[in-house]
């Protein structure tokens, strides 16, 4: 039963990985709130999205016009975390492990979060809120 969950999931991410980074679509305020944001720090998007999955995930960047200085793939994104300010994020773990490292967290309220909550971390639901409390704190 675990080797069959394993092997769907395995599947589910070679889908997402191969054939639908194209096809997402941006978050509301995103854009804006990049924009703004740039313009007192550097944007880097650290995503676990796999490796191969970099000239779609540059494509799809480029095609919505978002703003970026740097883009890493890789699972393990403290690892490329040095002299970070914040994140966002909406997965526990990872806003777990950037809190740890003394980075303040935005967490992108989703259904898989909900029962996370961590000094250093200020949920917000959507962008325009994200900007809101960035402006509070820095």
Known sequence: RQDMDRELIKEIFDYFHDQSIPFLSVMPGARLALS?????????IITARRPSARPQTLDWLRDHSLPF????????????????????DD??????DYVKQGIKVFLMDQPWNQRFSAGGVT?????KQLLKSFHQKF
């Open 69 to 88: 200085d740097e883009l890493h793939l890789t699972d393990e994104k403290t690892g490329v975390a040095n002299n970070l300010v914040f994140a966002v």
């Open 36 to 44: 703004m944001i740039q313009q007192q720090f550097r944007i880097i």
């Open 123 to 127: 949920r917000v639901i959507n962008w």
């Open 91 to 96: 997965h526990p773990g990872h806003a777990q």
